[in-house]
């Protein structure tokens, strides 16, 4: 009974797969159909070696009753250039070997979503 309820939630979170391509001069999701650059990550660059651009983002923290109810999970759908977005952000954390909090990696878009909740956290 376990299995089949494990393969039929696999089978339901299986999504569409998104073309990535690299934000064009407008910053909409460019042609995708040519060749991307890359970036050499094997054994002879290390994550350091490896630049990103950065975006840099305000957000507004308000205040919470001390004891109020607080949720504490998210699930959302995503819209294409969202995705994208999630991507690129993941991508860079992982290859620069950052870490959440509890010393967990970077290997997924909720775990990017977690570091940057804990950025958000740490500079307030």
Known sequence: MRKKNRE????????????????????????VSGELPTVDISAASTPAEVTFPVATIKVPLGRIQPGGF??????????????????????????????????RPIVSGADAVRWILEQADSNV
Do not use: C, Y
Not at 8 to 17: F, L
Not at 78 to 101: G, M, P, Y
């Open 8 to 31: 039929q939630n696999q089978r339901d979170n299986q999504s569409e797969a998104i073309d990535i391509g690299l934000p064009d001069n407008h910053g909409d999701v460019g042609d």
């Open 70 to 103: 607080v949720v504490r999970h998210v699930e959302a759908v995503l819209d294409k250039s969202q995705a994208v977005t999630l991507k690129r952000i993941t991508s860079a954390l992982r290859v620069r070997n950052d870490e959440q909090r509890n010393g």
